[in-house]
Structure formats: C-alpha cells, structure tokens
C-alpha cells in the first residue's frame, strides 16, 4: 500500500500557490481589444470600465485584482493575461 500525501504536504503546497497567485499580475494590450466587454461583465472585484466612445476598455483599480482569471478566460480577443511582473 502506498502512502498518500500528508496534511502537511497539501498545506505547504497550497500556501507555495496562494503566494504565487498573489504575485500575478494583468498585462492589458489595450490595442487587441475590441469592446466586448466580457472581462468587464465577469471581474468580481470592478478592475475594467467600458469606454464607449472608444469601443474599448479600460482597466484601473489593479490593486483590486485577485487573480481569479477570469477576464482571461472570457477575452475573445486574448487582450488580457496574467503574468509574474519582472518574470
């Protein structure tokens, strides 16, 4: 029988996780977007505002990101990753 991994693997490898996902932060080609908006309508924390004189959005409030991806996931355009500064 084989020994699965211990509590205290699983907590050291959620906490090594949780401070890589702090890091991340958005990298924005604003001229890749298109004005969907769809990272607009699905960030949780109101990082994008539409610019609808321009046909496009803007992200402000990064301090507010939490790296769920989601904006990612749903950018047609791929304007948007996510990406360790410096890195």
């Given amino acids: 029988m084989t020994e699965g991994p211990t509590l205290r693997s699983l907590i050291g490898e959620h906490w090594n996780l949780a401070r890589t996902l702090r890091k991340l932060e958005i990298r924005f080609d604003p001229e890749r977007c298109s004005g969907v908006w769809e990272c607009y309508e699905v ?15 803007i992200f402000h409030h990064g301090e507010r990101c939490i790296a769920c991806g989601a904006c990612v996931l749903q950018c047609p355009e791929g304007a948007i990753e996510l990406e360790v500064p410096g890195g």
């Fill in 43 to 57: 960030c949780p924390v109101d990082c994008w505002e539409p610019d609808y004189e321009g046909s496009v959005v």
